[in-house]
Every structure is written in C-alpha cells, then in structure tokens.
C-alpha cells in the first residue's frame, strides 16, 4: 500500500500546433518497448487497463528513413492513441538525425525514446542498443542529433539503457549526464547489466544511485526491472526515489498489471487479480486488435499464440486444451476454445511470478576492438543491423 504521495510524471511535448504542452502521467507507468510484443493492439490492451505512455516496437533508423513498409506500420498508431511514442534504434549521428527530422516533419511522433539498452547479439555485435554507451562521444552524438532535430517540433527525446556491458564496463552514470547535458527529458534505467540479458534480479540500487547523482541535473529517472505487482511498482519508487517505472516483461499475458499499478499508486489496497472469465474476454479482445493490426486473421493468430501461455499461467486448463490455444488459426477457434474455459479465481502468487524472457548471463557480443578505447569514435555506417525495423 502507498506510503507516500508521488508527483505526478510530466512530459514536456507538442499537441498539434501547440508546442511545450505536458502530458501528465497521474500514475507515473510506462509501457517499455518489446520487440514482437508492443505492436499497437498490445498496446491499445495497455491503455485500457491505465498505462500513462505506450512506447512502440522498437524500430531501426535507417528503415524508418529508407521507409520500410513494415516499420512505417510497427509505429502507426492504434485508435486514439495519444501521444505517439516511437523507439528509434541508431548506431550513427547522422541517420539518426535524418529519421527523427522524418518523423517532425510528417507529423509521426510526439514522443521518441532511444535504444540504448538492448543486449541481444544481432544488435551488440554492431556497436548498438547496450553496447553504445560504452562509445562515450559516439553516444553523446546520437542523442544530441535526436535532441536538436526533436526540439523545434516541441518534441521530447529520452534514452533507455543498462547499466552496462557487464560488471567490468559500468557506463550508466557517464552516459546519463551526457545525456541530460543533450537535453533529454528522462533517462530509463534497465537496473540489469548487458551480460546479465533476463536472469538473476534486477539491482535497484543502481537506479537509486543514478537518481542521485542526476538529482543536480533535474532531469528525472525511471526505474526498469522486475516489477511483477502494483506493490513492486510502488516499492521500487520508494526505495529508489525514482520518478517514474518503466514495466515490461511483467505485463506480458497481463495488461491489467497497468490497473493494478494504477491502483496502488492512488493509495488503494485494491488488488487486481481478474478470474479466469474476465482474462478470457481480455484475450478475445486481443485477437480482434491484432487482426484489426495485421488486416489479416491468419498472421493475426500466428502473432497471438506466443501470448497464450503467458495469459494462461497459474490457472487450471487441461494439458490438451493448452496445446490447441498455441495453434489457434481464426477468430472463431479462440471464441470456441475460450468458451471451453472453467471460471476460477486468479493464481495470484504463480501469476505474477517472473515471465517471458529469461535469458542466461552471457559475454556480450560486441565489434572487434570494440572495449580498447572508451572515447574512440568507431566508423559505423550501417545502421540496419535489426532488419524491418
């Protein structure tokens, strides 16, 4: 239960022809990026159930800028859906300039966040995502690219990161004030090393430590990592004095995780914990928004069926019903499948339980020679390295 009262998030951003309006986030949660996940069905999903701000599928700067089709879809939004919050990917200052410029000048975001946090090999091994920081200059000059192109607009640009490639090569701190020095609204802490992916706990105490050292900047920080509950949400804002919490593999099969960090942030001892009946609608409602996304019912199912294991977790279904939820080919099967389904309470103790990506700790990959020289610029020129987006 809430023990202290938290100022809401603020967001400085443009709205339409009105520049430097805020969007007030009165429950300071934000929905993090998923690659394959944070499509804008899962999304609409998000902020139904009271996520404050929904960042998009991350998408790579050159093919936004070479206008690939499947990007420009990954970062349209869904009905309503305000503000528009764009992940960019960018290994280069240039590229990463042009596609913001892009995306001011038509008019697709009102919001953009940097990817400086992913550990996967395709995207470390180029210098990308998690690895980045560690470029000191390289990095500086991304973000100032976004920040400069952004701000004419009225737009703001935050960054997501680690806090390092591993526990020899720390670089949340320096990257986070070169950041605020940029301009960026907020700096996003992943308290999880790149070498760690998904294991082990998330280290909280970095985030407190980054908070207090930012505390001169005034640029606020959010929390990432292992919020499983409302209660987690609110513990990791009181331990670390964070501004805000980023969520997400939590959320995965659990959208109502938003409801619940909701409530718990207004002081309510109010749990959400859906019955088995009431997820089931949340499901089928999935399955309409994904087909409505993908205008296609087939690939919509394909798209869904990663998310039935995590929907269904702690609850009792037949091993044989299971397995036909993780081969569901149309709208009408899951209505059939669902209706199959017995009412129970929910499995609060196995439902929020860690889920989704797990990874084991590994060496990061990165480019040759790429830990020699902290302040070496690398000539990177191919920023394309997570292709369609």
């Known amino acids: 239960m809430l023990t202290k009262t938290f100022a809401p998030l603020r967001l400085p951003i443009s ?3 009105f520049v430097n309006n805020e969007v007030v986030l009165d429950a300071p949660v934000v929905l993090a990026p ?5 499509n804008s069905a899962f999304r609409t999903l998000c902020r139904e159930q009271g996520a404050g701000l ?5 998408v790579t700067a050159r093919a936004l800028i070479e206008r690939h089709p499947e990007t420009l879809r990954l970062i349209t939004p869904g009905k309503g859906e305000t503000p528009r919050s764009v992940q960019l990917y960018a290994v280069d200052p240039t590229v990463t300039g042009l ?3 892009m995306l001011m000048e038509e008019n697709l975001a009102d919001h953009i966040d940097l990817n400086f946090g992913c550990p996967v090999p395709k995207v470390t091994r180029r210098g990308g995502g998690s690895a980045l920081p560690y470029k000191q200059k390289l990095f500086s000059s991304i973000v100032k690219s976004a920040v400069d192109n952004a701000k004419p607009f009225g737009v703001p640009v ?3 990161m680690r806090i390092g490639i591993d526990t020899d090569h720390e670089t949340y701190l320096t990257a986070a004030k070169s950041a605020a020095d940029a301009g960026v609204a907020w700096v996003a802490l992943h308290a999880r090393f790149a070498s760690q992916m998904y294991e082990g706990q998330a280290d909280w105490s970095a985030i407190a430590r980054l908070v207090e050292f930012m505390e001169p900047t005034g640029v606020p920080v959010l929390g990432n990592g292992d919020i499983w509950s409302g209660s987690d949400g609110v513990r990791m804002m009181e331990e670390t004095g964070c501004a805000g919490v980023v969520v997400g593999r939590g959320c995965l099969g659990r959208p109502w995780l938003f409801a619940d960090l909701v409530a718990a942030f207004s002081g309510s001892s109010e749990r959400i914990t859906p019955s088995l009946f ?8 999935h399955g309409e928004l994904l087909v409505e996304f993908f205008e296609a019912e087939g690939r919509a199912m394909r798209d869904l069926r990663k998310h039935m294991a995590w929907y269904l977790k702690g609850f009792r279904v037949p091993r044989e019903l299971r ?13 059939y499948l669902l209706a199959q389904l017995e009412d129970q309470p929910y499995p609060v103790e196995v439902g929020e339980s860690p889920r989704g990506r797990s990874s084991h700790g590994r060496p990061v990959h990165l480019p040759d020679g790429w830990l020699e020289d902290p302040f070496e ?10 292709s369609g987006g």
């Open 54 to 58: 929904f960042v998009s599928e991350m």
């Open 158 to 160: 935050t960054v997501k």
């Open 377 to 386: 610029i690398p000539t990177i020129t191919i920023d394309d390295s997570v």
């Open 323 to 335: 397995a036909k939820f993780g081969m569901v080919s149309s709208l009408g099967e899951l209505e």
């Open 99 to 101: 596609a913001v410029k």
């Open 15 to 17: 709205n339409g022809q």
């Open 34 to 38: 998923m690659a394959g996940i944070t």
């Open 278 to 285: 009431e997820v089931r609608a949340i499901m089928y409602r």
